[in-house]
């Protein structure tokens, strides 16, 4: 069974202050992709980042940096200068490795608000 | 490039009403598809996934159903809608190695 944790449910900062999104995961698959997902208030899910198990190189973009370690079965995601524009509700995924049914187990997801 | 379509936007019906959600994918073809449904302050939960026509899977037993009956069309339908079928639909595909893709949802409140 496939589990992804984000504890925080809520935080709030003001702007331009670095915040960092927590993402927990258990999987009993060897090989497996993480995702972060971006659900603005209109919604939609926004793609943000995919990470393959086997690859636990860090990610930056832009603003956005990814903090990958199998170790401790952790996948956190940090906002560097946060902006209003990043108010939404974040949401940490994870899928087995292959490429058929390729569903999605979802964290509860963590509301992030920017304060100007 | 691809898109996803998926309407209503927002549905109200009563308790006890047929529902019918449609999902189209243009651009590929041979689509995983699938359906999640967002309860109020919550997660995703995965309802129904596809990875060919007529070709459906079930994750959680429901008072829901899916259909594929073209290769890029997926529908999720009701006979009789209850309270807890309320809240936020969405369908999502992916291809290949492709990571999920969504559609803007449907939010329904059953009344």
């Known amino acids: 069974a496939q589990k992804v944790t984000q504890a925080q449910t809520e935080i709030s900062v003001v702007e331009k202050e670095d915040v960092t999104l927590d993402c927990v995961y258990e999987?009993?698959?060897?090989?497996?992709?993480l995702f972060w997902y971006k659900q603005p208030p209109s919604g939609e899910l926004v793609f943000l980042i995919r990470?393959?198990?086997?690859?636990?190189q860090n990610e930056i973009s832009g603003r956005y940096s990814w903090n990958f370690q199998k170790s401790t079965s952790s996948f956190n995601f940090t906002i560097t200068a946060s902006q209003v524009v990043d108010s939404a509700v974040y949401f940490c995924?994870?899928?087995?490795?292959?490429?058929?049914?390729?569903?999605?187990?979802f964290g509860s997801g963590t509301r992030l608000q920017v304060q100007p | 490039s691809q898109t996803i379509h998926q309407w209503p936007a927002t549905l109200v019906q009563p308790v006890g009403s047929p529902l019918s959600l449609e999902c189209t994918v243009e651009?590929?073809?041979?689509?995983?598809l699938y359906w999640y449904r967002q309860a109020a302050g919550r997660g995703l939960q995965l309802l129904f996934y596809?990875?060919?026509?007529?070709?459906i899977s079930s994750e959680v037993p429901q008072n829901l159903s899916a259909s594929r009956p073209q290769d890029r069309q997926f529908i999720l339908s009701s006979k009789k809608l209850l309270l807890s079928d309320s809240g936020f639909y969405l369908c999502?595909?992916?291809?290949?190695?492709?990571?999920?893709?969504f559609g803007q949802g449907t939010r329904l409140t059953v009344v």
């Open positions: 999502a595909w992916t291809g290949g190695d492709t990571e999920a893709f």
């Open positions: 999987t009993r698959d060897t090989t497996y992709y």
């Open positions: 651009g590929t073809s041979n689509p995983n």
């Open positions: 990470r393959n198990s086997f690859d636990e």
């Open positions: 995924a994870l899928t087995p490795f292959n490429t058929g049914r390729r569903a999605l187990t």
């Open positions: 596809s990875v060919g026509i007529g070709q």
